[in-house]
């Protein structure tokens, strides 16, 4: 998905500080989400969690926009034409509705519930996604990965997988990245991820055993959900920080639940992030965004009926670098 804000802020992102939380830390900070429209006067509306003034990254996940449930017939649903992503992987993942995907490597695939669409821009890619005509409720997220430094460059790519549901504790989890419960995704990323949804039955409790080298974020859907000791509302994200090899997650209401499950280890480098670019620095970003607009580097992207997007302006001034995350 593109970020198709009109002034999208420049956000340097760093690390958190490794090793296991400060005893007089919180066991889970609770991040709440900015809604975003997503163009014209009919604009489906994303709730954005990553990154934020708060927290920036969790592991290397450096996007999250949270969607629907919307009806099509009154937000239009959602239509991004041609656009260019550097520096990164998106991850698509639907819970109802289907999205037609196009990019410059020649791939057209569709995002359906329960299967994973992952791209690698690396170097340059361009892709356009549009909800198909018999798409009624749009529901689902859009996640970022930034690649590490060695990895940058690399070349454009695109996997499909559908895991299968793993039953534990009364809940169903689909694990789209990474490993958790015996489940293994064979997808490949560039550092350390897990990724998984969960599908909570109502008042169910479970315990999952995690990596403690990894830092993790519950972004729960629907539903009330309790991480560790702390209740979640939909929309929230709860993160927890590294050295933390159990997690206890309850449903406290009547009805089924559903969350997002986040992890990896913690990022260790720093990101500039603009529009749909993430590089190393300003220059970067302002290469891209040349190269964007001359349609030098991205490929063309065949299908689509219209014109690509252009990017926005650039801020007038270079971002200079935040503290890190603590």
């Given at each position: ?5 009109a ?5 340097r992102?760093?690390?958190t500080?490794?090793g296991?939380?400060?005893a ?6 609770v991040l ?28 290397a ?18 239509d ?5 992503h ?12 289907e999205i ?10 569709f995002v ?7 791209m ?5 890619i361009?892709h ?8 009624t ?6 996640l970022?990965?930034a690649?590490?430094?060695q990895h ?8 499909h ?21 015996g489940a293994q ?8 991820l ?6 909570l039955e ?11 080298d990894?830092?993790?974020g ?9 991480m ?15 050295g933390?090899?159990?997690l ?9 639940a559903?969350a997002?499950l986040?992890?990896?280890?913690p ?31 991205f ?9 690509r ?12 670098p ?5």
């Open positions: 998905m593109s970020n198709v804000e002034k999208p802020a420049e956000v992102c760093g690390a500080v490794d296991a939380r400060s007089d830390g919180p066991r889970v900070e709440t989400s900015r809604e975003v429209p997503l163009g014209g006067p009919r604009a489906m509306t994303v709730r954005r969690t990553l990154p934020q003034r708060g927290r920036t990254l969790i592991g996940w450096c996007f999250a926009d949270h969607y629907g449930p919307d009806d099509v017939s009154v937000t239009g649903g959602m991004v034409a041609p656009h260019p550097t520096g990164l992987q998106t991850v698509s993942w639907l819970f109802s509705g037609e995907h196009r990019d410059s490597l020649g791939s057209h695939a359906r519930p329960g299967e994973l669409n992952l690698t821009g690396g170097y340059g361009a356009s996604e549009v909800s198909t005509p018999q798409t409720v749009l529901h689902g997220v859009q970022w990965v690649l590490p430094g940058r460059n690399t070349d454009r790519d695109f996997q997988y559908v895991p299968d549901p793993v039953r534990h504790q009364g809940a169903e989890i689909r694990v789209f990245l990474g490993s958790l419960l995704s064979p997808v490949r990323t560039f550092t350390p897990l990724g998984a949804e969960l599908l109502p008042h169910a409790h479970l315990t999952l055993d995690l990596n403690p990894f830092e993790h519950l972004l729960v859907d629907a539903g009330s959900v309790q560790s000791e702390t209740p979640l509302k939909p929309t929230e994200l709860g993160y927890s920080h590294p933390i090899s159990t206890t997650l309850t449903n406290t209401s009547e009805e089924p559903r997002i986040l992890g990896g280890t990022f260790d480098e720093e990101i500039v992030m603009w529009w749909n670019f993430v590089g190393r620095s300003h220059e970067d970003i302002v290469q891209a965004r040349a190269d964007w607009m001359t349609g030098a580097r490929g063309a992207v065949h299908g689509y009926e219209g014109d997007l252009p990017a926005p302006e650039l801020p007038s001034v270079a971002l200079r935040r503290g890190r995350v603590r």
